[in-house]
């Protein structure tokens, strides 16, 4: 899982599930050169010169019970509130959670619809469910739960709970209208035909390298839309989506969170895009953060993937002290960049 830091040295890092630690940390080779670094968390403090935020990022996370990308951006958004990366990452926090906090909200009123409208008989009801007036619709749901709950072999408040769990696992991949996945891959999207426009109007030594951002893109876009469209695809036949969650929730959980898999760490990759002040050195540094296609994707889609992205070698260059050398900065305008791409990922 991408976890956002400010500080430069682990721009890109990752955590895991260790063999011998809870969680350990994947840094890039520092070097630039190929392979990378395997960190326990305990560690990471003795070798780094960590930003606040940073500190109690890390704090946070070991805590966690479970680590995904949802619990890691969550965790992210909650030390960001805190102000250690500055009022702008505060104010971000806040409406992203508010974003979430509505998105939930509509999952939940969406598959309230979906329950009604399968459950009622034909021309019951010569007005569809979403366009009747709030007293009728909340009417024709309690009767909708309470049709449900006999053929589930459960009560109308197990019903009721069902709904509004399930929502907070819709809240990303959405019912009936587009939600977070689908900006994210939106704004991928976006990204990738700008690196290529700037590959075709400017091709110096790093067109390879757009081109390589390009084709890891396409394919993050392919599988991102096709969980994506599985994963709506369930409330079709809401019955067994209510019978599913009863019997084996997690089975459920991981086919919602499988498009959050695959776009996890492409946001950091936007918004370097989005900020860039020299396109050809953050192509070098988007290159670097491409995001390894997960193993299970095969089995999702069932098709085989064929090999994995091949990373470019950085080439040698001449750096001053204090100076970044994929960059050209300095440490301190990194974190300040960190800080902002921050703002914009939470």
């Known amino acids: 899982m991408a976890v956002p830091f400010t500080t430069p040295q682990l721009n890109g890092a990752r955590a895991r599930p260790g063999e011998r630690n809870p969680l350990e940390l994947v840094v890039q080779n520092p070097s630039g050169g190929r392979g990378v670094y ?12 960590l930003t606040l ?51 939930r909200l509509q999952a939940n009123f969406d598959l309230l619809l979906e329950l009604v409208r399968q459950t009622e008989r034909k021309g019951e009801c010569p007005i569809p469910p979403e366009q009747a007036p709030p007293l009728e619709l909340e009417q024709r749901g309690k009767r909708a739960v309470a049709r449900m709950a006999p053929k589930l072999g459960c009560t109308v408040d197990a019903i009721a709970t069902a709904l509004e769990q399930l929502a907070a696992l819709f809240r990303g991949v959405g019912v009936r209208r587009p939600a977070r996945v689908a900006r994210e891959i939106g704004r991928l999207i976006r990204v990738r035909r700008e690196v290529i426009k700037y590959a075709e109007s400017d091709p110096d030594e790093n067109a390879n390298v757009a081109i390589l951002v390009a084709n890891a893109a396409d ?25 599913n969650w009863a019997r084996d929730p997690g089975e459920i959980a991981q086919l919602l969170a499988r498009p959050d898999w695959l776009l996890d760490g492409w946001d950091r990759i936007g918004a370097l895009w989005d900020t860039a002040p020299d396109m050809a050195d953050t ?30 070698r950085y080439r040698s260059k001449v750096v001053q002290q204090l100076e970044d050398w994929r960059t050209g900065l300095t440490v301190s305008d990194l974190v300040s960049r960190n800080e902002a791409l921050l703002e914009k990922t939470l």
């Open 38 to 49: 395997i960190l326990s968390w305990d560690h990471i403090s003795s070798l780094y010169t």
């Open 283 to 312: 192509l070098v540094e988007m290159a670097a953060l491409v995001p390894v296609v997960p193993r299970e994707a095969d089995h999702w889609l069932s098709y085989r993937l064929g090999n994995a992205v091949d990373l470019p």
């Open 53 to 103: 935020n940073d500190r109690r990022l890390i704090e946070a996370v070991v805590k966690l019970r479970g680590v995904t990308p949802d619990t890691i951006r969550t965790t992210a958004r909650e030390v960001a509130s805190e102000g250690l990366a500055g009022r702008g990452a505060v104010t971000a926090a806040k409406k992203a959670r508010e974003s979430d906090d509505l998105e």
């Open 219 to 243: 394919l993050t876009i392919m599988l991102a839309k096709s969980t994506l469209a599985d994963a709506q695809a369930t409330p079709g036949n809401i019955a067994a989506l209510l019978r």
